[in-house]
C-alpha cells in the first residue's frame, strides 16, 4: 500500500511570495499517477496539476508541478490572495485504488 | 456544462443505513468512471470506491469493504453509494468524482470533475 506523505502541515507565506509543497510517497511511483488537487473552506476540491507536472484546463500558470520517483512538488510562483487553501496530492493505484496525502493547509502569514 | 450533484445525505443513527445518489449533466456519462470521496469534518479527503463506465470493475477502501456497495445506472446519469451498518466514524461530506483520463504515450488518471458533496452524520 503506497502512503503519500505530505510536508509542511501548514505553511504560512504572504501574498507576493514563493510558495513549495512536498509530497512523498512510501514507494516509487509513475508521475502519470500523482495528482494535486486545492480546496477551499467549504467548496469541493479542484484539480490543479496530473501526471506530476500537466497544468488543468484554467489553472493559471503560475501553478507547477514536478518531481519523480518518490518526490513530489507543487510549486506556487507568486502567491494571490485566492491561492490560500488546503492543498492535497494523490496517487492512482492499484490497492488502494486511490490514496490522498494528508494535505497542506497554506496560510496567509 | 460538467455537473454532478449528490443528495441523500443526513443524520441517521449507528448501525442505520442510507443511500446517496449523483446525478450527472453535461458529458457522456456511461464512457467515464466514476468514484466517492469522503471528508470527516476538519479532516482530509479519503477515497471511498471507484466503479468504472460499465459496472465491471468495482473497488472499495479497506474501511468500508462489506458495508458499502457501489452501484451506477447509465440510463439514468446517475452514481449510487449504498451505506450498510453505519459507524460514526463514517460521518463526512460525501463527494462523488468523475475520473478524467488521458493518454499520450501513457496513461494518466485524475478526478477533474466533483459534486458540492452531500453531508452524513451517524450519531446516536
Known amino acids: 500500500e503506497i502512503v503519500l506523505t505530505q510536508s509542511p502541515g501548514t505553511l504560512s507565506l504572504s501574498p507576493g511570495e514563493r510558495a513549495t509543497l512536498s509530497c512523498r510517497a512510501s514507494?516509487?511511483?509513475?508521475?502519470?499517477?500523482l495528482a494535486w488537487y486545492q480546496q477551499k473552506p467549504g467548496q469541493a476540491p479542484r484539480l490543479l496539476i496530473y501526471g506530476a507536472s500537466s497544468r488543468a484546463t484554467g489553472i493559471p500558470d503560475r501553478f507547477s508541478g514536478s518531481g519523480s520517483g518518490t518526490d513530489f512538488t507543487l510549486t506556487i510562483s507568486r502567491l494571490e490572495p485566492e491561492d490560500f487553501a488546503v492543498y492535497y496530492c494523490?496517487?492512482?493505484?492499484?490497492?488502494?485504488?486511490?490514496?490522498f496525502g494528508q494535505g497542506t493547509k497554506l496560510e496567509i502569514k | 456544462e460538467v455537473q454532478l450533484v449528490e443528495s441523500g445525505g443526513g443524520l441517521v443513527q449507528p448501525g442505520d443505513s442510507l443511500r446517496l445518489s449523483c446525478a450527472a449533466s453535461?458529458?457522456?456519462?456511461?464512457?467515464?468512471?466514476m468514484n466517492w470521496v469522503r471528508q470527516a469534518p476538519g479532516k482530509g479527503l479519503e477515497w471511498v470506491s471507484y466503479?468504472?463506465?460499465?459496472?465491471?470493475?468495482?473497488y472499495y477502501a479497506d474501511s468500508v469493504k462489506g458495508r458499502f456497495t457501489i452501484s451506477r445506472d447509465n440510463a439514468k446519469n446517475s452514481l449510487y453509494l449504498q451505506m450498510n451498518s453505519l459507524r460514526t466514524e463514517d460521518t463526512a461530506v460525501y463527494y462523488c468524482?468523475?475520473?478524467?483520463?488521458?493518454?499520450?504515450?501513457?496513461?494518466?488518471?485524475?478526478?477533474?470533475?466533483w459534486g458540492q458533496g452531500t453531508l452524513v452524520t451517524v450519531s446516536s
Open positions: 468524482a468523475r475520473e478524467g483520463y488521458y493518454y499520450d504515450s501513457r496513461a494518466y488518471y485524475y478526478f477533474d470533475y
Open positions: 453535461g458529458f457522456t456519462f456511461s464512457s467515464y468512471s
Open positions: 514507494q516509487s511511483v509513475s508521475s502519470s499517477f
Open positions: 466503479i468504472s463506465s460499465s459496472s465491471s470493475t468495482i
Open positions: 494523490q496517487h492512482y493505484g492499484s490497492s488502494p485504488h486511490y490514496t
